[in-house]
């Protein structure tokens, strides 16, 4: 017996594309509503954002943004800054 190839079953993501956050690897439905896509949340985005703005929003010499670092930056964009 055969399973029918249904796509609502599809990676548990119940419709649509999934794809991997390219910052944490989760899955991440790829759907309208999902602003930060391919990534799973702002966070992710954020980090990947900081990556290639180098040097306007990071501290140079520091390897990676700290969790307080992001969350300043996630407010100033917030505020359109
Ligand atoms: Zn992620």
Not at 65 to 70: F, G, N
Request: charged letters at 25%; one cysteine or more.
């Amino acid at each position: 017996m055969t399973r029918s190839n249904d796509p609502s079953n599809a990676n548990g993501a119940g419709k649509g594309l999934t794809v991997p956050c390219p910052q944490c690897q989760q899955p991440v439905a790829w759907t309208t509503e999902n602003a930060y896509r391919p990534f799973c949340s702002k966070r992710c985005k954020l980090i990947d954002l900081g990556a290639w703005a180098d040097g306007s929003h990071r501290i140079p010499g520091e390897p990676h943004m700290d969790e307080t670092e992001l969350d300043e930056l996630i407010d100033r964009l917030e505020r359109g800054e």
